[in-house]
């Protein structure tokens, strides 16, 4: 069930892991190619490998100083690309809901040691951060009495913020806000607990 779980709150590798080996295969292919018509003494379909090889330990001779940037550039963004998507741990939008899950902390893979052994076999709610801001927004809305187009609500792994514009001449109760936020947040149990920020605009709207 953790592995579920995993799989659930986690972006997958497979893609980008993918892509690389798409890469690597056809590189590799290409480098065979090249090398084999050279061996029969056919020419070359793009460059003699001795060529590459002597043009690439003559740089940065022999090319654009800007050329030579661009390439050098967009390997650096797809080195970084790749590096990244190996060490993030590429969390979802989504947070485990009210902690209960069945399984195990046997045969757990990698990277789920974040998620607490479970209580038993029962169910696993994973929910997306927009259904989660939507039910916060609601709280936030009735206990600052605002319509709802005055809460915004945005939820990450580790923080809620509820950005909230009053309407003008009635001030707003950050302090009631805050608590109806937590008071649902805590309802919810969510894993990883975000921790709730309560941002009250300084200018408000005109009321209807």
């Not at 209960?100 to 052994?117: H, N, R, V």
């Amino acid at each position: 069930m953790r592995r579920i779980i995993y799989r659930e709150t986690h972006s997958p590798r497979a893609a980008v892991a993918t892509v690389a080996a798409v890469l690597v295969m056809v590189l590799a292919a290409y480098g065979l190619l090249e090398a084999g018509v050279h061996a029969i003494g056919q020419p070359a379909w793009l460059i003699e490998p001795q060529v590459a090889a002597e043009r690439m330990a003559a740089l940065p001779s022999g090319i654009s100083p800007v050329l030579l940037g661009v390439i050098g550039a967009v390997l650096a963004m797809a080195g970084l690309f790749f590096v990244l998507n190996a060490v993030l741990p590429g969390r979802r939008a989504r947070h485990l809901l009210n902690g209960q899950y069945g399984g195990q902390a046997s045969g757990a893979g990698p990277g789920t040691e974040d998620l607490p052994a479970g209580p038993g076999n029962g169910p696993s709610v994973v929910v997306d951060d927009e259904v989660i801001a939507s039910a916060l927004a609601r709280s936030a809305r009735l206990a600052a009495n605002v319509t709802p187009e005055q809460v915004m609500v945005v939820v990450s792994q580790r923080q809620v913020i509820v950005n909230v514009r009053p309407t003008s001449g009635v001030p707003v109760d950050e302090t009631s806000v805050l608590a109806a936020v937590q008071e649902e947040l805590d309802e919810m149990a969510l894993i990883p607990a975000p921790q709730v920020r309560i941002n009250v605009s300084t200018s408000g709207v005109i009321g209807a």
